[in-house]
């Protein structure tokens, strides 16, 4: 289990090494975490993340995004990341650039699970040093070993200030 509390595949994560743009991110990334069979239909979810950034955008900040959807076509939680050392404009809060991006594609009436997660997700990638070790990885495998891995989290690490 990931420390975002639903096991995240290293299918599911995705390393930018080239410039894309946003929309392009998450359309790779609604790829990925379709190709895991809790996507009934590819195309609802696509337009559904799409939906919810037209809402507003979902890049909070401190180089990070964190797109969600609740969902019919999706029957069990599934978690996408994709990672940018170059980072994406993505029109964040700050209106930085993102280099983290965290995909959660929620079963529609998952309600109380779907809040449980996202708030799991935020607690770990409040820290800076996380946030700065997942964005270093270069493959999955290190990205996937670094979010089953850090289920404790360093208290000194996540007591740093926002960079």
């Not at 195309?43 to 507003?56: H, N, Q, Y």
């Not at 946030?131 to 999955?140: D, E, G, I």
């Amino acid at each position: 289990m990931s420390v975002f509390g639903a096991d995240v595949s290293e299918t599911c994560v995705l390393i930018f090494d080239e410039e894309i743009t946003k929309d392009a991110a998450l359309d790779d990334l609604v790829a990925a975490v379709s190709r895991t069979g809790a996507v009934t239909d590819r195309e609802a979810l696509r337009t559904a993340v799409r939906a919810r950034e037209d809402m507003s955008s979902t890049g909070i900040g401190n180089g990070l995004a964190i797109p969600h959807v609740r969902i019919d076509a999706v029957s069990e939680p599934v978690v996408g990341v994709g990672i940018s050392r170059r980072g994406i404009e993505y029109h964040a809060a700050d209106d930085m650039a993102v280099h983290l991006l965290v995909l959660f594609a929620m079963p529609g009436g998952s309600g109380k699970l779907y809040l449980r997660l996202l708030a799991q997700a935020m607690l770990a990638l409040k820290s800076p040093g996380f946030r700065r070790r997942l964005v270093a990885c270069s493959t999955p495998e290190q990205a996937v070993a670094i979010l089953n891995g850090a289920n404790e989290l360093d208290a000194a690490d996540a007591a740093k200030p926002e960079d």
